[in-house]
Each structure stands twice: as structure tokens, then as C-alpha cells.
């Protein structure tokens, strides 16, 4: 299996409905590293799995929306939590349809997954991996 990664950040702010999340539960900030990983079975006619200038361009706009924002008020996430996990699917989803639409350099149906990684500190992280669809 052959991967390409590419890595950004995003600072939010957000809180948390639920007892299960304590403090959490408050307004709260973080900055989370945000880690997309393409993953093909086999590297194409050029010798890549996909362009790493291309996916790091659709990283940035996906995040691009949420960054310095409260993810309260943001309409995508309109009464959720937004945990990393679902983070980490609403940033997946997005890298997906740019693959589906040709935008990284490679025909979508010869990548084998998208794993995106969020970070929230040094000694804790979430992922979401699935094939593209």
C-alpha cells in the first residue's frame, strides 16, 4: 500500500451539549493538526498516488471555513457536537468529492481510502479512514 500525506491546522472555538463532556461543555478553543492520507494500491503512470501541491490546495479550503471560527455557528455543523470525530468525517467527506472530481491529480476510482487524522494534543487524536465512494 502506497500513501501520500499532507498536513494543515485549523484554530476553533466550540462547547460540547452532553454531561459526558464535563468542562467541555463550555466555550472552549483548540488547535488541532489536521493529517490527510491518500492511499493507493499501486503508484500511477507518473509515479505518485496523488499530487501532493493539489491535495495540500483542498486541505486548506476544506479547513479554510472553519478556522478561526466558533463551530457553534457554523451551519454544516447545526446542532451537533462537533467532537474531532465528526470533524474528522466532515474534512474526509470534503477530500472525497474532490477526489470524485478530479481535483488531485488522479481518477478517484485508483485510490483505495482517505484517512483524515485530527490531532488535539501531543498525547491524544481521532481518524476517520474510508474508501472514497
Same mark, same amino acid.
Given at each position: ?28 478553543? !483548540? ?23 493539489? *491535495? ?19 451551519? !454544516? ?21 474532490? *477526489? ?34
Amino acid at each position: 500500500m502506497h500513501a501520500v500525506e499532507v498536513r494543515d491546522h485549523i484554530m476553533i472555538a466550540h462547547s460540547f451539549k452532553g454531561a459526558v463532556f464535563g468542562p467541555a461543555q463550555a466555550l472552549h478553543g !483548540a488547535t488541532f493538526v489536521v493529517d490527510a492520507a491518500f492511499l493507493a494500491d499501486t503508484l500511477d503512470d507518473n509515479g505518485i498516488v496523488i499530487d501532493i501541491g493539489r *491535495a495540500h490546495e483542498v486541505l486548506k479550503e476544506i479547513l479554510g471555513p472553519l478556522n478561526y471560527k466558533n463551530l457553534d455557528e457554523v451551519p !454544516a455543523f447545526k446542532g451537533r457536537n462537533t467532537t474531532t470525530e465528526v470533524l474528522t468525517r466532515h474534512i474526509h467527506d470534503g477530500l472525497a468529492e474532490a *477526489a470524485r472530481g478530479g481535483r488531485l491529480g488522479r481518477k478517484a476510482n485508483e485510490l483505495k481510502a482517505i484517512k483524515v487524522t485530527i490531532s488535539e494534543s501531543h498525547v491524544a487524536r481521532a481518524w476517520y479512514e474510508a474508501p472514497i465512494g
